[in-house]
């Protein structure tokens, strides 16, 4: 009887371990990993100018207008207003250049040929440049030198892109009369960044300004005067916020005032005379218009 009894509660033993062995291992939960937000930068989070939103111009009826001038301007960033156009995290240059690398923007010749004959400043927007292009344009070319040994000729490579260059901007505008809204005010037509070239300021490409000023709204300017800022480029252009004198006005020569004058010397102060005396004009005619 008593090993009836041990067989049995041997029996049952083994059944308890097989069991206990059979039971799977606990598996651990895993661990949660925790998104951290990035911190703010400031008392409050910056809004991006991504978002903007391009206030387009005015629709204007040709039948509408009933004076109309033609405006050619420089803007020069060496000037305390307009050097925020060339601060170091936020250049007009960069943005236009990688624009123009990414296609987003097209640039146009400065430079049109008539008849075999190369004429200068030409800003019609009649000749489109590629990317490439214009980039060359911006950038400059060096010609290639002969190898040592095989005295073969290298092909010519792009130079450094130095934004520094471009320390000038040439503005094209028209001035309108919209009798149906009763306002005299001015339209930018063409932007063109300038460089320094065989000694004579020259603009490298024009830029249709209809075209970039979607672009120009989402990039915001610098203003060392004010972190709360959020004016754009476009506000900056539109808002008429940048200092400029006038170097050109139509006539019948299509010649700027350099020209006109038959002077030599960029420096000389009849050329500064002469577009007071254009700006003149355009703010008498404005003043005839009302009466008080």
Same mark, same amino acid.
């Given at each position: 009887?008593? @090993?009836? &009894?041990?067989?049995? &509660?041997?029996?049952? &033993?083994?059944?308890?371990?097989?069991?206990?062995?059979?039971?799977?291992?606990?598996?651990?939960?895993?661990?949660?990993?925790?998104?951290?937000?990035?911190?703010?930068?400031?008392?409050?989070?910056?809004?991006?100018?991504?978002?903007?939103?391009?206030?387009?111009?005015? %629709?204007?009826?040709?039948? %509408?207008? $009933?004076?109309?001038?033609?405006?050619?301007?420089?803007? %020069? &960033?060496?000037?305390?207003? @307009?050097?925020?156009?060339?601060?170091?995290?936020?250049?007009? /240059?960069?943005?236009?250049?990688?624009?123009?690398?990414?296609?987003?923007?097209?640039? $146009?010749s400065s430079k049109d040929t008539v008849a075999g004959k190369i004429l200068e400043d030409n800003d019609s927007f009649k000749i489109a440049l590629t990317a490439q292009?214009?980039?060359? @344009?911006?950038?400059?070319?060096?010609? +290639?030198?002969?190898?040592?040994?095989? +005295?073969?000729?290298?092909?010519?490579?792009?130079?450094k892109f130095r934004p520094d260059e471009f320390l000038k901007f040439r503005i094209k505008e028209d001035w309108i009369l919209d009798t149906k809204r009763s306002i005299?005010?001015?339209? /930018?037509? +063409?932007?063109?960044?300038?460089?320094?070239?065989?000694?004579?300021?020259?603009?490298?490409?024009?830029?249709?300004?209809? %075209?970039?000023?979607?672009?120009?709204?989402?990039?915001?300017?610098?203003?060392?005067?004010?972190?709360?800022?959020?004016?754009?480029?476009?506000?900056?252009?539109?808002?008429?916020?940048?200092?400029?004198?006038?170097?050109?006005?139509? @006539?019948p020569g299509n010649k700027n005032i350099t020209d006109m004058l038959g002077l030599t010397d960029p420096k000389d102060p009849r050329k500064l005379y002469e577009s007071?005396?254009?700006?003149?004009?355009?703010?008498?005619?404005?003043?005839?218009?009302?009466?008080?």
């Amino acid at each position: 009887m008593k @090993n009836i &009894l041990s067989i049995a &509660l041997l029996l049952l &033993l083994g059944i308890g371990a097989s069991a206990q062995d059979s039971i799977p291992p606990a598996v651990k939960p895993l661990k949660k990993t925790k998104i951290k937000t990035p911190p703010k930068d400031g008392f409050s989070a910056r809004k991006d100018v991504d978002s903007a939103v391009m206030v387009p111009y005015a %629709d204007v009826r040709e039948e %509408d207008v $009933y004076y109309s001038k033609r405006i050619w301007r420089e803007i %020069d &960033l060496r000037d305390t207003i @307009n050097s925020v156009l060339r601060a170091e995290n936020a250049r007009l /240059i960069d943005v236009l250049m990688e624009a123009i690398t990414n296609e987003e923007l097209t640039a $146009y010749s400065s430079k049109d040929t008539v008849a075999g004959k190369i004429l200068e400043d030409n800003d019609s927007f009649k000749i489109a440049l590629t990317a490439q292009e214009a980039l060359q @344009n911006m950038r400059g070319v060096t010609e +290639g030198t002969p190898d040592a040994t095989t +005295g073969k000729i290298a092909e010519p490579s792009l130079k450094k892109f130095r934004p520094d260059e471009f320390l000038k901007f040439r503005i094209k505008e028209d001035w309108i009369l919209d009798t149906k809204r009763s306002i005299f005010e001015p339209r /930018i037509v +063409g932007l063109a960044p300038m460089k320094m070239v065989e000694g004579n300021w020259q603009p490298v490409f024009w830029i249709y300004y209809d %075209d970039a000023r979607e672009l120009l709204t989402k990039k915001k300017l610098m203003n060392p005067a004010n972190d709360a800022s959020v004016l754009t480029f476009d506000d900056f252009f539109v808002r008429r916020l940048f200092a400029s004198y006038i170097v050109k006005e139509t @006539n019948p020569g299509n010649k700027n005032i350099t020209d006109m004058l038959g002077l030599t010397d960029p420096k000389d102060p009849r050329k500064l005379y002469e577009s007071e005396k254009i700006k003149k004009s355009i703010a008498d005619f404005e003043q005839s218009l009302w009466e008080y």
